[in-house]
């Protein structure tokens, strides 16, 4: 049975009866450390300014005026190629950066809205050819950014400031590996025979995670103890969560982790539960990969199947197979999440271009051609897309592109139908996530490339309806599947290898050898007690009698 959509609403009181009225001008701001039962009333807008100040909040980004925004048009009766992103001055970009306090190189794009619009804006390179009336403080204002008209080039003074103040939401930062999408997979095996390098990459992902166990077993170091658990993070779930704060807690007093049996014994259990996400979930880090924003090149001088990428530094991964800071005659895939039909990853021609040396750790796309690049993507465009990005050889020199599959829209005749439409489309929940998993049910079943697999593929209605007389049928329990390239990597690659790793700590490190082992420390209050206890039975004192409750209480908290 479906569920009812749940909300959850938090309230809190700024007044009532069984609150504070002792003062006779109350303070705007409650003070600190109040109980629960003395409150001081307190308005909500003296709440939101405790929270987040307004007056120190007010000048967050740049103010231009209208001579400094430039009107870029769409071509008309052509492709936008650039949907969603302009340019802006290295100007303007390093005042940007002066108000957020963002030291170093200079983005190469800021994500952000201004005047009715939003999108990426790409910094312009060096002796730009551009300026506005201001010179080197500028920024366009694209066709397809612009959301609410008029072109604020077209605006006259006196404008509101906050119109035309620059809000930043994001910006191009250093690039680093990144793990594979689950929903990657399918189109990788469909594309090319990567099942066994694949699996190879899980494999050692698992032998890493492994060796750094090993590492602070054989040390036997409280400190590097607790700087892995600190790097891993706590699981979700409360067992997970408890074992990571007791090994925390163990560390901070000392204790060392493969001569105490409790923290031997958890320091177990959490590799157990890392090792049992990286099989449930597939953790495989491909180190010639990640994920950065992907921007349309304003100058023109990509080729269709080209695209540039460059680094601010050099590349931190995959040892010796890239240590450099650039491309120049390399092929790449990249691919946009969600990703259901093949068409989701493309093969593309990795080229180093001068007029783009200026744009690093973002992925160029060509403005040349017949259709976006960021659109044949799962329909994306560059407003503040970050594809997936892979040059890893061995995934992608025999992975073949596949064509986009075509898709029927439709277009309301008359307004009402429109407005029909719009209170339909909003009034309805989104089926996204229940395509989703449908889809992956078809894939599994059929191929990727199946007529089912394709029509829950498409987001042209994936996001508000079900096809018309599309029934998603319900299936039993599948069994395992040796030709699905997840059941082959979960049961058969990372399933085997956790089992291989949890022996081999074992046998190097065993907890039974240890188990009776006593800390000196923790067992010296008692050694020096029953002597005591001894001594003070004799003269009939009760300390014996206290001692063997002791012992009792402590057997009951075993057997629980």
Same mark, same amino acid.
């Given at each position: 049975?479906?569920?009812?959509?749940?909300?959850?609403?938090?309230?809190?009181?700024?007044?009532?009866?069984?609150?504070?009225?002792? !003062?006779?001008?109350?303070?705007?701001?409650?003070?600190?450390?109040?109980?629960?039962?003395?409150?001081?009333?307190?308005?909500?807008?003296?709440?939101?300014?405790?929270?987040?100040?307004?007056?120190?909040?007010?000048?967050?980004?740049?103010?231009?005026?209208?001579?400094?925004?430039?009107?870029?048009?769409?071509?008309?009766?052509?492709?936008?190629?650039?949907?969603?992103?302009?340019?802006?001055?290295?100007?303007?970009?390093?005042?940007?950066?002066?108000?957020?306090?963002?030291?170093?190189?200079?983005?190469?794009? #800021?994500?952000?809205?201004?005047?009715?619009?939003?999108?990426?804006?790409?910094?312009?390179?060096?002796?730009?050819?551009?300026?506005?009336?201001?010179?080197?403080?500028?920024?366009?204002?694209?066709?397809?950014?612009?959301?609410?008209?008029?072109?604020?080039?077209?605006?006259?003074?006196?404008?509101?400031?906050?119109?035309?103040?620059?809000?930043?939401?994001?910006? %191009?930062?250093?690039?680093?590996?990144?793990?594979?999408?689950?929903?990657?997979?399918?189109?990788?095996?469909?594309?090319?025979?990567?099942?066994?390098? /694949?699996?190879?990459?899980?494999?050692?992902?698992?032998?890493?995670?492994?060796?750094?166990?090993?590492?602070?077993?054989?040390?036997?170091?409280?400190?590097?103890?607790?700087?892995?658990?600190?790097?891993?993070?706590?699981?979700?779930? %409360?067992?997970?969560?408890?074992?990571?704060?007791?090994?925390?807690?163990?560390?901070?007093? &000392?204790?060392?982790?493969?001569?105490? !049996?409790?923290?031997?014994?958890?320091?177990?259990?959490?590799?157990?539960?890392?090792?049992?996400? !990286? $099989?449930?979930?597939?953790?495989?880090?491909?180190?010639?990969?990640? !994920?950065?924003?992907?921007?349309?090149?304003?100058?023109?001088?990509?080729?269709?199947?080209?695209?540039?990428?460059?680094?601010?530094?050099?590349?931190?991964?995959?040892?010796?197979?890239?240590? =450099?800071?650039?491309?120049?005659?390399?092929?790449?895939?990249?691919?946009?999440?969600?990703?259901?039909?093949?068409?989701?990853?493309?093969?593309?021609?990795?080229?180093?271009?001068?007029?783009?040396?200026?744009?690093?750790?973002?992925?160029?796309?060509?403005?040349?051609?017949?259709?976006?690049?960021?659109?044949?993507?799962?329909?994306?465009?560059?407003?503040?897309?970050?594809?997936?990005?892979?040059?890893?050889?061995?995934? $992608?020199?025999?992975?073949?592109?596949?064509?986009?599959?075509?898709?029927?829209?439709?277009?309301?005749?008359?307004?009402?139908? #429109?407005?029909?439409?719009?209170?339909?489309?909003?009034?309805?929940? %989104?089926?996204?996530?229940?395509?989703?998993?449908?889809?992956?049910?078809?894939?599994?079943?059929?191929? /990727?490339?199946?007529?089912?697999?394709?029509?829950?593929?498409?987001?042209?209605? %994936?996001?508000?309806?079900?096809?018309?007389?599309?029934?998603?049928?319900?299936?039993?329990?599948?069994?395992?599947?040796?030709?699905?390239?997840?059941?082959?990597?979960?049961?058969?690659?990372?399933?085997?290898?956790?089992?291989?790793?949890?022996?081999?700590?074992?046998?190097?490190?065993?907890?039974?050898?240890?188990?009776?082992?006593?800390?000196? =420390?923790?067992?010296?209050?008692?050694?020096?007690?029953?002597?005591?206890?001894?001594?003070?039975?004799?003269? &009939?004192?009760?300390?014996?009698?206290?001692?063997?409750?002791?012992?009792?209480?402590?057997?009951?908290?075993?057997?629980?």
């Amino acid at each position: 049975m479906q569920s009812e959509p749940r909300f959850k609403v938090e309230f809190f009181a700024i007044d009532g009866e069984d609150l504070d009225h002792s !003062y006779r001008l109350p303070p705007s701001i409650a003070p600190p450390r109040q109980e629960s039962e003395n409150h001081t009333p307190m308005t909500v807008e003296a709440r939101m300014d405790w929270h987040m100040p307004a007056e120190a909040n007010m000048a967050q980004s740049y103010l231009l005026r209208p001579r400094q925004v430039l009107h870029l048009r769409d071509k008309p009766g052509q492709t936008v190629m650039n949907d969603g992103c302009a340019l802006m001055s290295r100007g303007l970009a390093k005042e940007i950066c002066d108000w957020l306090g963002i030291s170093g190189n200079t983005p190469s794009c #800021f994500q952000g809205r201004i005047a009715g619009a939003k999108g990426l804006w790409m910094v312009d390179r060096h002796r730009s050819h551009l300026s506005g009336d201001d010179h080197d403080i500028w920024i366009q204002i694209s066709d397809s950014q612009l959301k609410i008209k008029p072109h604020p080039e077209s605006w006259q003074e006196p404008v509101d400031e906050e119109k035309l103040t620059f809000e930043v939401v994001k910006w %191009s930062k250093p690039l680093h590996p990144v793990e594979l999408n689950v929903q990657l997979l399918g189109i990788l095996e469909n594309g090319n025979s990567v099942k066994e390098y /694949i699996a190879e990459l899980n494999r050692e992902g698992i032998d890493a995670l492994y060796r750094d166990f090993v590492e602070v077993l054989q040390s036997n170091s409280n400190i590097l103890c607790r700087s892995l658990i600190q790097k891993l993070r706590p699981a979700d779930d %409360s067992s997970g969560l408890m074992a990571h704060k007791g090994i925390v807690r163990f560390t901070e007093a &000392g204790f060392a982790p493969q001569s105490f !049996y409790p923290l031997r014994k958890r320091l177990g259990r959490c590799l157990r539960l890392l090792l049992e996400q !990286y $099989v449930d979930e597939l953790h495989i880090e491909v180190p010639l990969s990640t !994920y950065a924003f992907c921007i349309a090149d304003p100058y023109g001088v990509l080729k269709p199947d080209e695209v540039h990428l460059g680094f601010s530094n050099n590349w931190q991964g995959g040892g010796f197979a890239f240590e =450099d800071n650039l491309f120049d005659g390399m092929d790449v895939l990249v691919a946009r999440l969600p990703a259901h039909p093949s068409s989701d990853i493309q093969r593309r021609r990795a080229v180093w271009k001068p007029e783009l040396r200026h744009f690093e750790d973002v992925i160029v796309f060509s403005t040349q051609g017949h259709m976006p690049l960021a659109h044949i993507l799962s329909v994306g465009d560059y407003d503040g897309d970050t594809p997936w990005v892979c040059w890893d050889q061995k995934i $992608v020199q025999s992975f073949l592109n596949s064509d986009l599959p075509e898709r029927e829209l439709s277009y309301p005749a008359f307004p009402d139908e #429109f407005w029909q439409r719009v209170f339909t489309f909003n009034l309805t929940l %989104s089926n996204l996530g229940w395509c989703t998993v449908e889809h992956e049910k078809v894939s599994y079943d059929e191929l /990727i490339n199946s007529r089912k697999a394709k029509e829950l593929a498409c987001p042209s209605w %994936s996001s508000s309806r079900w096809p018309e007389g599309w029934r998603a049928p319900l299936r039993t329990r599948r069994r395992y599947k040796a030709s699905n390239i997840i059941d082959y990597l979960k049961l058969r690659v990372a399933w085997r290898q956790r089992d291989t790793v949890l022996r081999q700590l074992e046998r190097q490190f065993p907890e039974a050898a240890i188990m009776r082992d006593l800390d000196e =420390d923790l067992i010296r209050p008692w050694n020096e007690a029953r002597p005591l206890a001894r001594q003070d039975k004799a003269e &009939g004192e009760n300390l014996q009698a206290i001692l063997d409750n002791t012992v009792y209480e402590f057997r009951n908290l075993k057997q629980q």
